[in-house]
T-cell receptor, first 115, second 113 residues
């Protein structure tokens, strides 16, 4: 039962264009969302996050949009660069036992940016 | 600053053997997570600890899997006996506090023949 879904396993984009990666979630208790980037043979690294009280967060070329009513978030990369080619994981945070929060990840989307 | 350190980076073993994966979290971090990555299921949370205490092990597949955190700077994930379906990349991650981003290690790639 996937609580965080990334329905596109892969995406291919031309350099300089916009990359849009999508993510849907089912648990309305999620209150914080993150995107991670992963290169081969490395661990995932944090990219950008958004709190459920916001609908947009921007950091340089990366913008995350949150639509709570649709339980949907997206990551926009503009302009896309070949170095952005990686697997992108969407993650959602839910309050768990003892007041801590655990991160639930999607399956990932492999982005390829072609020169 | 040293990041999360995992060992071994690669492990190839035969079915039925015991496997032990190790993790050293970032100094000062008090939450530690074990994840498993497969093509079919993506990144699955297996277990996590706060202040060395296991909080949620509901993701541990079965009794063959066990995890310990004897002190703030060391954790192990053990599989006994191992099976081919356990083949995956196992990641350890740590965090300061109870919320926010996780910092991942480079992973341990396990192949069970």
């Amino acid at each position: 039962d996937q609580q965080v879904k990334q329905n596109s396993p892969s995406l291919s984009v031309q350099e300089g264009r916009i990359s849009i990666l999508n993510c849907d979630y089912t648990n309305s208790m999620f209150d914080y969302f993150l995107w991670y980037k992963k290169y081969p043979a490395e661990g995932p690294t944090f990219l950008i996050s958004i709190s459920s009280i916001k609908d947009k967060n921007e950091d340089g070329r990366f913008t995350v949009f949150l639509n709570k009513s649709a339980k949907h978030l997206s990551l926009h990369i503009v302009p896309s660069q070949p170095g952005d080619s990686a697997v992108y994981f969407c993650a959602a945070s839910a309050l768990a036992q003892g007041g801590s929060e655990k991160l639930v990840f999607g399956k990932g989307t492999k982005l390829t940016v072609n020169p | 600053d040293a990041g999360v350190i995992q060992s071994p980076r690669h492990e190839v073993t035969e079915m039925g053997q015991e496997v032990t994966l190790r993790c050293k979290p970032i100094s000062g971090h008090n939450s530690l997570f074990w994840y498993r990555q497969t093509m079919m299921r993506g990144l699955e949370l297996l277990i996590y600890f706060n202040n060395n205490v296991p909080i949620d092990d509901s993701g541990m597949p079965e009794d063959r899997f066990s995890a310990k955190m004897p002190n703030a700077s060391f954790s192990t994930l053990k599989i006994q006996p191992s099976e081919p379906r356990d083949s995956a990349v196992y990641f350890c991650a740590s965090r300061r506090g109870y919320t926010g981003e996780l910092f991942f290690g480079e992973g341990s790639r396990l192949t069970v023949l």
